[in-house]
């Protein structure tokens, strides 16, 4: 108790600021053991709040949410079969450090850790596809500030990401089954910039 008192203490007095913005990140969606170039990813935004630990260490809190709910007589062209509600829920926890940089840019070294879950299913019908993952991502991140603006950033990322997806599919008239797979990649923000936030 005292310990946690003691670090509690320490992270108040060193905190000197809060930052609030976007981070723009790709989760996995569909898995499927059989047919492999089914599979694929959801882009989704994601509310970061930032504590800045003295001059140079920046933690980040995060989390996302999107559903989607389509009726079977839309005319939409269904990315994943018969499914037609999605939920999808993300949460994601960073640390960065700054190595050096100036009042407009900085460069910054650390990771990211997200778990996502995400669900299809049918209105009305138990089918389902649940998707869990979890990603890990040591990143090189650059900041840009707006000079007149200085506590609005844009920044963008770059680094590895490792994944370790588990899907289970729920389907009335076959087995159930569940795949799991890992994955390694480089990862860098398809549009260039990664996200913004602004510093009080």
């Known amino acids: 108790m005292r310990l946690l008192f ?7 007095s060193t905190a000197s600021a ?11 969606a569909y898995s499927n053991q059989f047919l492999v ?3 694929s990813d959801e882009d989704i935004y994601m509310l970061t709040v930032g504590q800045k630990l003295g001059s140079a260490l920046n933690l980040e809190v995060s989390f996302g949410y999107e559903s989607e709910v389509y009726e079977e007589d839309a005319e939409y062209e269904y990315v994943y079969g018969n499914y037609f509600d999605k939920t999808v829920q993300a949460y994601g926890l960073g640390a960065f450090y700054r190595i050096t940089g100036n ?3 900085s460069f910054s070294l650390g990771a990211r850790f997200i778990y996502s879950d995400l669900e299809l299913a049918q209105d009305g019908e138990p089918d389902k596809l649940k998707t ?6 040591p990143l090189a991140r650059i900041d840009l500030s707006i000079p007149g603006v200085e506590n609005l950033s844009l920044h963008t990322q770059f680094g590895a990401n490792y994944r370790k997806v588990e899907s289970t599919v729920i389907e009335s008239y076959y087995d159930d089954y569940e795949h799991e797979r890992t994955d390694f990649r480089i990862t860098a923000p398809g549009e260039i ?3 913004i936030h602004y510093q009080f």
């Open 6 to 12: 003691a670090v509690s203490i320490f992270l108040v």
């Open 18 to 28: 809060i930052s609030i913005g976007f981070t723009h990140v790709s989760i996995p």
């Open 37 to 39: 170039e089914l599979e």
């Open 103 to 105: 009042d407009f840019v």
């Open 132 to 137: 869990s993952a979890r990603i890990f991502s």
């Open 193 to 195: 910039l990664a996200g």
